[in-house]
């Protein structure tokens, strides 16, 4: 079945600077990729996805890109800020038919 | 719109008892699925579901059952709780598009389990 390893699982970074969390997927039938943001004690959230056919989305101080070939997805954040910190997870899935797997998770904070 | 609601928030269980944790949706979902989040683990599913009367297994689903009789409700089913499944659960819900593609996952609010 498909197996997504998420890397790093912790990274501190100065406010302003920007972070980059890295996954890769193993079945190379997936086709969606969500990263979610869960702050202390909240639910998750959705924040970006993307699709196979593409190869990076950006929504204002966040993007993703999506290597098929290598099978991996990154999420770019930004001019970071205090409320960039959180627990970031990453997911893949094939399709309406399919379970979402997600990552271990990345903590993030961000130094002031 | 309430979107997915679990029930109970918070529950202790004593080793050897079983429970039903609730999950419910408004938004016509057909996929339902719950996880459990453990620190360092991120969230592993459980069981999942892609539509009323369907049901499988995900990556960890021993010593618990689903049933998905209606597209609204997808409870889940500790059989005799065992201090390992000490965790905090995650039902969610999304739906498939035609095409096959889905959209965003929501998330129930979780429930904090402890089994002593």
């Known amino acids: 079945g498909e197996n997504v390893e998420q890397h790093p699982s912790t990274l501190s970074v100065q406010e302003g600077d920007s972070a980059v969390i890295k996954c890769t997927y193993s079945?190379?039938?997936?086709?969606?990729f969500p990263w979610y943001k869960q702050e202390l004690g909240k639910r998750p959230q959705l924040i970006i996805d993307i699709r196979s056919n593409v190869g990076e989305k950006k929504d204002q101080r966040i993007a993703v890109t999506l290597n098929k070939t290598a099978k991996h997805f990154s999420l770019h954040i930004t001019e970071t800020q205090p409320e960039d910190s959180a627990v970031y997870f990453c997911?893949?899935?094939?399709?309406?038919?399919?379970?979402?797997?997600f990552g271990s998770g990345t903590r993030l904070s961000i130094r002031p | 719109n309430a979107g997915v609601t679990q029930t109970p928030k918070f529950q202790v269980l004593k080793t050897g008892q079983s429970m039903t944790l609730q999950c419910a949706q408004d938004m016509n979902h057909e996929y339902m699925s719950w996880y459990r989040q453990d620190p360092g683990m991120g969230l592993r599913l459980i069981h999942y579901?892609?539509?009323?009367?369907?049901?499988d297994q995900g990556e960890v689903p021993n010593g618990y059952n689903v049933s998905r009789s209606t597209t609204e409700d997808f409870p889940l089913r500790l059989l005799s709780a065992a201090p390992s499944q000490t965790s905090v659960y995650f039902c969610?819900?999304?739906?498939?598009?035609?095409?096959?593609?889905?959209?965003?996952?929501?998330f129930g609010q979780g429930t904090r389990l402890t089994v002593v």
């Open positions: 997911a893949a899935s094939k399709g309406s038919a399919s379970k979402i797997i």
């Open positions: 579901s892609v539509g009323a009367g369907i049901t």
């Open positions: 969610a819900s999304s739906y498939s598009r035609t095409g096959g593609l889905y959209t965003e996952a929501f």
């Open positions: 079945d190379s039938a997936s086709n969606y």
